[in-house]
């Protein structure tokens, strides 16, 4: 009998198989080396001021990632945990923050899948759980590491994060996971 994306341990399908954990934290390990290149080539776009926050998505994309590859309870979460976690143990400017951020951006991604039950995955959704990952990141900066600038400069930012969430991440999630399909990394995975 050939193992399928059917085959599942419980009846509601949610239930983690091991191929699951590994592709997850696989992923993961890959976008904390993502992190790592992006905050090597940040300062190269402070010349651009706040719409250098166009660029945030790079954060958020193991969330979204994770997820729809998954699409399992915890997905995101997970995900961008693992990169999190391993961008703080390579060195992180940010420290042990980063583990609370990634925990916060996972975490507002879960709550939007976890609200289509874990079973809508249009660009529709992804931008929506993607503008939510960015909203809970864009809080949690403006309080621990811009809490001096004005809320004109926050708005600003915040628009240029909403753009990169709303447009750049789920397409970038979509090509990527695309790119995985093809190479015949994700079978077994829905598609």
């Not at 198989?17 to 592709?23: L, S």
């Not at 958020?60 to 703080?88: H, S």
């Not at 980063?98 to 609200?115: C, I, K, N």
């Not at 660009?123 to 960015?134: K, N």
Request: aromatic share 12%.
């Amino acid at each position: 009998m050939s193992t399928t994306y059917d085959d599942r341990a419980t009846a509601d399908g949610f239930a983690w198989r091991t191929r699951d954990i590994v592709v997850a934290a696989v992923l993961g390990v890959a976008f904390g080396i993502a992190f790592n290149a992006a905050n090597a080539a940040w300062p190269i776009f402070d010349v651009l001021g706040p719409a250098q926050n166009l660029l945030y998505g790079i954060w958020l994309l193991p969330a979204i990632v994770g997820a729809l590859v998954i699409r399992k309870p915890g997905a995101a979460l997970f995900t961008e945990m693992v990169a999190a976690g391993l961008f703080t143990l390579t060195g992180s400017q940010w420290g042990v923050d980063t583990l609370l951020s990634g925990f916060l951006q996972g975490g507002a991604a879960e709550l939007v899948f976890a609200a289509t039950r874990y079973r809508s995955w249009s660009f529709p959704v992804l931008a929506v759980a993607s503008l939510a990952s960015a909203a809970a990141a864009l809080v949690h900066d403006w309080i621990v590491w811009y809490p001096t600038y004005s809320v004109d400069v926050i708005l600003v930012i915040a628009l240029f994060m909403a753009v990169s969430a709303v447009v750049l991440v789920p397409l970038a999630a979509l090509a990527i996971v695309r790119a995985l399909r093809q190479a015949g990394v994700l079978e077994g995975f829905p598609a």
